[in-house]
T-cell receptor
Framework: DVKVTQSSRYLVKRTGEKVFLECVQD?????MFWYRQDPGLGLRLIYF???????EKGDIPEGYSVSREKKERFSLILESASTNQTSMYLC????????????????FGEGSRLTVL | RKEVEQDPGPFNVPEGATVAFNCTYS??????FFWYRQDCRKEPKLLMS???SGNEDGRFTAQLNRASQYISLLIRDSKLSDSATYLC???????????FGSGTRLQVQP
């Protein structure tokens, strides 16, 4: 079974703190994604990566950065957390993009619920 | 306007009922369509793909209407275990990532 593991299920941070959210997948997937999920807004794509050291902005990249130094690990960084970044953050991975096109199969982690005070 | 729109619900139905959800998408370049299921406090998981000819998987039937740009999911003989949020998902041509709707919540009651 594919396993996507997010380092923290729950975090509470203060405004202005730097926050790292870590995600590791064990299936040698090329693609990794960070989404945030908010009530009424659904899942919105922050960033994704299709290879080591490669990244592309999603729909809402402002206030976030990412790092992919190794294939299995994709980190989301909030340089200076703000209260409007309080959300559920979901990491996902998938095989090569053609498979996603055909099957729509993304594998999600359990999520990290971040509260910024 | 959101690219993928869903009625948030909740849809409250008795066990054994048939329930249908619709989803509309705004980008005519959308190529691939899927339904995901998300249980309360859990991660989303792929339920089924949606093909142009319509497709069935047990009690679940998905249909696509490209002319009207909507997708539907029909659940027959609802079970308590079907209670979840159903996410409509679209892949737009030229984009690597999938676009998710905000979901429709279903509550099946005994």
């Amino acid at each position: 079974d594919v396993k996507v593991t997010q380092s923290s299920r729950y975090l509470v941070k203060r405004t202005g703190e730097k926050v790292f959210l870590e995600c590791v997948q064990d299936m040698d997937h090329e693609n990794m994604f960070w989404y945030r999920q908010d009530p009424g807004l659904g899942l919105r794509l922050i960033y994704f990566s299709y290879d080591v050291k490669m990244k592309e902005k999603g729909d809402i990249p402002e206030g976030y950065s990412v790092s992919r130094e190794k294939k299995e690990r994709f980190s989301l960084i909030l340089e200076s957390a703000s209260t409007n970044q309080t959300s559920m953050y979901l990491c996902a991975s998938s095989l090569w993009i053609d498979r996603v096109i055909l099957t729509g199969e993304l594998f999600f982690g359990e999520g990290s619920r971040l509260t910024v005070l | 306007r959101k690219e993928v729109e869903q009625d948030p619900g909740p849809f409250n139905v008795p066990e054994g009922a048939t329930v249908a959800f619709n989803c509309t998408y705004s980008n005519s370049a959308s190529q691939s369509f899927f339904w995901y299921r998300q249980d309360c406090r859990k991660e989303p998981k792929l339920l089924m793909s949606v093909y142009s000819s319509g497709n069935e998987d047990g009690r679940f039937t998905a249909q696509l209407n490209r002319a009207s740009q909507y997708i539907s999911l029909l659940i027959r003989d609802s079970k308590l275990s079907d209670s979840a949020t159903y996410l409509c998902v679209v892949r737009v041509a030229g984009r690597r990532a999938l676009t998710f709707g905000s979901g429709t919540r279903l509550q099946v009651q005994p």
